[in-house]
């Protein structure tokens, strides 16, 4: 079956750092990959949707300067949270879907723990 | 826009039915998911309706009413590794995104 691979699992870095999280499509190519957030108890917020070769696209309330995507290669989606603050702190996970083998379904990354201290 | 509403909690006892419950609102509407997911875990996928009527999938079963905007998701024979948290998501038929419900947590007794 498809796999969605996303690393690290977990992170821990102080205030005022970058961290990045990639996410990779192991056996298949997704033009398109979507980035959730998910605090506490909370379902999960989708982000920005991350285009191979062109600029993602952000949610409203997003900020693109701090959470930079970069979507370089149909298997290589990266978050880069700029300049963390203990507010970044959450469950971030990403999901490619694989259209048009299989359009119904989105496949999730194992997500990310980042807690900034 | 869209709006996807499920209540935050339920229980029941092990052995039993449950029925999750999810009404939404969409401005274009190309199918519905059920995830299941436990703590610190991502999502797993459990149904996927973009039909109206009844899916089985084992104990689970999920239903859609695209008239009504209501899908439901039918746990049977519930057991104790049921208690998680249950996500219905609808995806945009313009943009392919999958926008999430507040979720379900639902905790399952002995």
Redesign the interface.
Known sequence: GAVVS?HPSWVICKSGTSVKIECRSLDFQAT?M?W?RQFP??????MA?SNEGSKATYEQGVEKDKFLINHASLTLSTLTVTSAHPEDSS?Y?C?A?I?PRDP????????T?LTVV | GQNIDQPTEMTATEGAIVQINCTYQTSGFNGLFWYQQHAGEAPTFLSYNVLDGLEEKGRFSSFLSRSKGYSYLLLKELQMKDSASYLCAVRDLNTDKLIFGTGTRLQVFP
């Open positions: 996303q398109t979507f959730y108890k909370q379902s999960l917020m989708l949707t469950f996970i999901s879907g259209p119904t379904e989105a496949f999730f990354g194992q997500g723990r």
